[in-house]
């Protein structure tokens, strides 16, 4: 279980600001975090009272009445009725997909996008507000309606001890770009220090830099080889943190960290 102190709350608000998240969404995700079930403990700024209120009983279920019987029909009446009863239609056989297609139904969700004009670029690296439709693209995580970190490109993750490094586990075997290339570790690698690199003037980069290595390749030109992050395989990104950081899945749900098709950036 990740232990989440005061610190890496702090930290996760200044990341989230620095891009312009409010602060009334940053608690929406900072609550759906901490209730996530690898979440094990909060030292929060200040503690509820210890006791353990008293549970009430609840009250008696009022005795049930015995309903009063219905009167019984003349038999006359009754003969009259099934006489005069019109046969009842066949029913038609139901459609094999009703049920399927319901359930398809329950499942979409509708997104109404305002473009105002053409997007200057699909770069969420290079630009976070660059118009691009980000619904078309993916990240290693992303969120629910509900604000919880969910699979994206990332099927599955884990943390060590204390949460300092962080191992995701991609879809194996993709072709996640729209020309048939794989989305990998290296991608989301080199994606990340893309963003981080001064060249690229991302003015969103800081949003990376509880990854070990990467405030000092954004603000000191470090080189690209010392960001924190090992490609194990192809579908299998490990992650090395500046400390325990309980609250990093959160930061690669965010648009900035999305992978960008390196080839077509050079």
Known sequence: MVVIDKEQIRLLEERLRGVGVDRRTFLKFASAAAAAPMVGTILAACGGSSSTPTATTAAAAPTATTAAAAPTAPAEATKAIEATKAPEPTKPAASPTTSTTAALDAKQ??????????????????????????????????????????????????????????????????????????????????????????????????????????????????????????????????????????????????????PTHLPSTS
């Open 109 to 258: 969700i509708i997104h109404t996008i305002g473009a105002r004009s053409d997007p200057s670029s699909n770069d969420f690296n290079a630009d976070l507000y660059c118009g691009g439709t980000a619904e078309i693209w993916a990240g290693l995580l992303t969120y629910d309606v509900d604000f919880n970190v969910i699979p994206d490109w990332a099927e599955k993750w884990e943390h060590n001890d204390d949460a300092s490094q962080w191992t995701f586990y991609l879809r194996k075997d993709n072709k996640g770009f729209s020309n048939g290339d794989p989305v990998t570790a290296d991608t989301f690698i080199g994606s990340w220090a893309r963003l981080l690199d001064p060249a690229t003037k991302g003015a969103y980069a800081s949003i990376l830099f509880d990854i070990k290595g990467a405030e000092d390749i954004n603000l000191n030109g470090a080189a690209a080889s010392t960001l924190g992050c090992k490609a194990v395989d192809d579908w299998t990104l490990q992650v090395d943190m500046v400390g325990p950081r309980g609250m990093f899945p959160v930061i690669v749900g965010y648009a900035a960290t999305m």
